[in-house]
């Protein structure tokens, strides 16, 4: 075939207008993807303290902080268990009524009998406490930095953010295998556990309207304060959503995200489409034989298991302050409602013990001082608030719009509350770079199986400074 000069000019109109294409795609490509890296949650400087904000400066001092205790506090204690008015438990009914009745007696007994308080806040100050100041209240933290630092090597900064009913105690058995790590093949962590405020030892807002980001915001403020410009995240439970939003305020900030839970936050069209169709195609939504399991009949296993279980919720979510008062005078009354999120939660075949499971994981002791630091610090009530400013703002907020572009580690335990597959937890986390299925381990996965939680940890922290590298 012969070349005419007409050919030509076609071929260089066509190579014009790929060109032309290419780059108007190639514009609106990087266009969408600038977009979404600078979607980057906002927030303003709040104040928590009573009254008005003093005028001077902030004070950013930095106090040792040691958990104490006291006969009054303990006779007063006491007082009021012996005062307790046993109920009887249903026949037959085991922990599907709440806490057993009958079994609570025996916790009860153990508590005001065997249980040695004085010997527990030894074990809590094994690690440093700190107080500081930020936005007008008093957070609390523990700042546990690794005794020694093999030759050529950093430390990782490393924020564990606790949830509800728990408390850094949770963290507890993980903090030294991380900060002590066995293996000298494994980086080594200095951990910063702090309270959410209105948690443990850190102050109660005084205020209305402090949420996961009024959190997350203030625990930026406090590892800069520390001194770490960059630093990992992790949480569970409350947790969860307060490192999410700390890497979505500062996604420059959090090197890494490791989460052990992650419901969805605002349901996407995928999601929904799993829903319907995922137990006919498991493969387009990635779906293993675990997820089938977990998550259909999905009006079984999705909505009427959660509404069973989410009682509590509602009333933190609306009215905290009254239930809370008549557990903030009762001890026997507040273990009762936090030790039965420990066994459920924990398993939810555990309903069906007479003892609710609750020592198969755990110790009497673990479990009590969990619920001691909600005692001593009188804590519940603000506890309880934190769904209702959570709650309270609709579940339509900013951060839950917001994807998260931080690289992200997903650890996922079998006997998790909500079961999260892999597809949903990429919805929100754009750069998942671990998911984790564990072989065992429930809610409170880091004070149950801390060993499997900290080689998670290990794991996604490796692969995040070798690709840095
Ligand atoms: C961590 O990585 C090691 C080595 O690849 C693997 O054997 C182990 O199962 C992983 N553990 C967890 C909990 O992810």
Redesign the pocket.
């Given at each position: 075939m012969g070349f005419k000069p007409g050919d030509c000019a076609a071929h260089s109109t066509f190579f014009k207008l790929t060109i032309l294409f290419t780059l108007v795609i190639g514009g609106l490509i990087f266009f969408l993807v600038q977009r979404s890296r600078t979607q980057v949650l906002k927030t303003e400087d709040g104040w928590w303290g009573a009254g008005a904000p003093p005028n001077g400066g902030e004070d950013i001092t930095i106090h040792a902080f040691k958990v104490t205790t006291s006969d009054d506090e303990l006779k007063d204690l006491y007082r009021r268990i012996d005062q307790t008015r046993p109920v009887p438990s249903l026949e037959d009914s085991q922990f599907h009524y709440g806490f057993n009745s009958h079994y609570l007696q025996r916790v009860v007994s153990y508590w005001r009998n065997d249980f040695d308080w004085s010997r527990q806040v030894d074990k809590l100050n094994l690690y440093p406490h700190f107080k500081t100041n930020i936005e007008g209240i008093d957070i609390h933290y523990l700042h546990v930095k690794p005794k020694k630092v093999p030759e050529g090597t950093t430390t990782i900064p490393l924020i564990m953010v606790h949830g509800w009913p728990g408390s850094f105690y949770e963290f507890y058995g993980l903090i030294p295998l991380l900060t002590e790590p066995s293996d000298p093949g494994d980086l080594v962590f200095e951990v910063v556990c702090p309270s959410i405020p209105g948690y443990g030892f850190s102050e109660a807002p005084h205020k209305k309207g402090f949420d996961s980001v009024c959190a997350a915001r203030v625990f930026h403020k406090l590892m800069k304060r520390l001194g770490f410009q960059q630093f990992y995240a992790h949480g569970g439970d409350w947790g969860w959503l307060v490192t999410t939003n700390m890497a979505q305020l500062e996604p420059k900030t959090v090197k890494g995200l490791h989460v052990n839970f992650a419901p969805p936050s605002k349901p996407g069209l995928p999601m929904a489409l799993s829903i319907m169709l995922g137990h006919r195609f498991p493969k387009l939504f990635d779906f293993t034989d675990f997820d089938i399991q977990r998550l259909f009949p999905a009006m079984e296993k999705l909505v009427v298991e959660s509404v069973k279980e989410s009682g509590y919720m509602h009333i933190q979510a609306t009215k905290p302050d009254s239930v809370g008062r008549a557990l903030n005078d009762s001890p026997v009354g507040l273990a009762t409602y936090i030790l039965e999120k420990f066994s459920t939660w924990t398993s939810r075949d555990f309903r069906s013990l007479e003892d609710g499971g609750l020592t198969r994981k755990f110790s009497l002791n673990d479990l009590l001082t969990n619920v001691m630091i909600y005692w001593t610090s009188g804590c519940i009530i603000s506890s309880m608030r934190f769904y209702k400013e959570n709650f309270g703002k609709g579940l339509n907020q900013p951060h839950s719009k917001i994807p998260v572009y931080v690289p992200t580690g997903f650890?996922c335990f079998p006997n998790e509350l909500i079961h999260t597959p892999k597809l949903w937890v990429k919805q929100k986390y754009r750069k998942l770079l671990?998911f984790?299925t564990?072989?065992r381990g429930g809610h409170f996965a880091a004070m149950e199986e801390p060993l499997?939680?900290a080689?998670?940890i290990?794991?996604?922290t490796k692969i995040v400074e070798k690709k840095k590298k």
């Open positions: 650890a671990t984790t564990m072989a499997l939680m080689e998670d290990q794991n996604f």
